[in-house]
């Protein structure tokens, strides 16, 4: 069975960093497109950033320069480096696997999901 845990949310000032680890278990997502999306109150769970596996990147314009994905197959792990964190990016974050190598903005083509993780940035 495969299973994605999150970690390393939190309350941050706005202008601080924190970075989310997404630990894989059940299966080896190495050649396999990965990525992060987000929900806020109220909102629907939109794009941030995904990767492919050779390290192809693509981000949302409303975190470019702001935060990096990075994934470490051995580990079967992936991260998301946030800096410069703004209260708008205050959300819920979803890890998600893909069966597809290619990674996409659209949260329908992502397979696997991890259970979320809360970040709060203050103002």
């Known amino acids: 069975q495969v299973q994605l845990v999150e970690s390393g949310g939190g309350l941050v000032q706005a202008g601080g960093s924190l970075r989310l680890s997404c630990a894989a278990s059940g299966r080896a997502f190495s050649r396999y497109a990965m990525g992060w999306f987000r929900q806020a109150p109220g909102k629907e769970r939109e794009f941030v950033t995904a990767i492919s596996y050779s390290g192809t990147k693509y981000d949302a314009d409303s975190v470019k320069g702001r935060f990096t994905i990075s994934r470490d197959n051995a580990k079967n792990t992936w991260y998301l480096q946030m800096n410069n964190l703004k209260p708008q990016d205050t959300a819920v974050y979803y890890c998600?696997?893909?069966?597809?190598?290619?990674?996409?903005?659209?949260?329908?083509?992502?397979?696997?999901w991890g259970q979320g993780t809360q970040v709060t940035v203050s103002s």
């Open positions: 998600a696997a893909s069966d597809y190598y290619t990674p996409s903005r659209n949260s329908a083509e992502y397979h696997y």
